[in-house]
């Protein structure tokens, strides 16, 4: 029997205007935590960056994903600004015009770490070796 709406499986690309939503949410809270608006210690201690906000069909609900730079603990950040996420949700509210504030939800985006972590492996001595005999290879002349 066919079902309505989206499974865990199935992964439906956003919308225009959900990417569109997403970005304006990222620029306002890039430019909230960049200010120093938010008055935390946890937060102001540690420069935190929004590389992406996702946004659910409804517009009602947002990730936000977070990289604390300089290596700050991801768990806290996640927690400090999980702690202002109304403060935030109202910030965001007065400076994007949408008949609606999404919710927010913090997580740690994690990219740069796989990325720091697949480079360390290609530029490992084992991948160096094995590249260095593909060009000794029969068969691929």
Same mark, same amino acid.
């Given at each position: 029997?066919?079902?309505?709406?989206s499974?865990?499986?199935?992964?439906?690309?956003?919308?225009?205007?959900?990417? $569109?939503v997403?970005?304006?949410i =990222?620029h &306002?809270l890039?430019? !909230?935590?960049?200010? *120093?608006?938010?008055?935390?210690? +946890?937060?102001?201690?540690?420069?935190?960056?929004?590389p992406?906000? $996702?946004?659910?069909?409804?517009? =009602?609900? &947002?990730?936000?994903? !977070?990289?604390?730079? *300089?290596?700050?603990?991801?768990? +806290?950040?996640?927690?400090?600004?999980?702690?202002?996420?109304?403060?935030l949700?109202?910030?965001?509210? =007065?400076?994007?015009?949408?008949?609606?504030?999404?919710?927010?939800?913090?997580?740690?985006?994690?990219?740069?770490?796989?990325t720091?972590?697949?480079?360390?492996?290609?530029?490992?001595?084992?991948?160096?070796?094995?590249l260095a005999?593909?060009?000794?290879?029969?068969?691929?002349?």
């Open positions: 029997m066919p079902h309505h709406g499974s865990q499986g199935e992964a439906r690309a956003p919308s225009q205007r959900q990417l $569109r997403g970005e304006l =990222r &306002a890039a430019d !909230i935590l960049s200010r *120093g608006e938010l008055t935390d210690d +946890a937060v102001t201690a540690m420069m935190i960056t929004v992406e906000v $996702r946004v659910s069909p409804d517009l =009602r609900n &947002a990730t936000v994903y !977070i990289t604390p730079l *300089g290596g700050g603990d991801p768990k +806290a950040a996640e927690k400090a600004l999980g702690r202002h996420a109304r403060w949700r109202g910030q965001v509210a =007065r400076r994007i015009n949408l008949k609606f504030a999404p919710d927010l939800v913090f997580r740690y985006d994690d990219r740069f770490d796989e720091a972590h697949i480079d360390a492996l290609l530029h490992s001595p084992d991948v160096a070796r094995d005999g593909d060009d000794s290879e029969p068969g691929d002349r």
